[in-house]
């Protein structure tokens, strides 16, 4: 790990003088180091952002693959101390994106499942996407071809599985269906 790495608590404005080379989010403070993805974690982020991206061909919202910062909780002074970096979102307010990233809530995130992201994926970014109002979150777990999409519903997610069989509509992109037996082609 890096010098730059010497404090017991980070914010923000710490995270922007990091090496952009190293893979790591930043939640409570807390540095969480993320490893490297696999092929198979990388032609999900590249199938679900193509078919997201041809679908909004022409529409204002726009779609974004990592790296690219979330805030939940921006401060003005970049003091704010967690950052995520989803394998995708979709943002349709622009004046929520900022060059390094998204300023609040993102419309949609994905995030691709791997077994030593498990835990984090379903539980610590769940319900910090659920407490900022994060309109839909999907999981998507390479091993099982599945998906878990979960839509906010009265401040709450509801959650339904699809899996390679499937198609999924996205709830936050009306009209919008991504064909899962293509994500998950071998």
Known sequence: MSQAYEKSYY????FLEWDESE?????DGEIVMLGAPTSDHQHLVMELAYQIRRFLEGKSC????????VRLHPAEDDSDDTVFEP????ICDPSKIEKRGCKGAPDLIIEIMSPSSARYDRVVKFRRYQQAGVREYWIADPETKSVQACILE????TVTMYDDTNTAPVSVLPGCTIDLTTVFAE
């Open 23 to 27: 893979r790591c989010e930043l939640v």
């Open 154 to 157: 009265n401040g709450h997610y």
């Open 87 to 90: 394998d995708i979102v979709v």
């Open 62 to 69: 726009q779609v974004f693959p990592a790296p690219f910062d």
């Open 11 to 14: 914010t923000y404005a710490d």
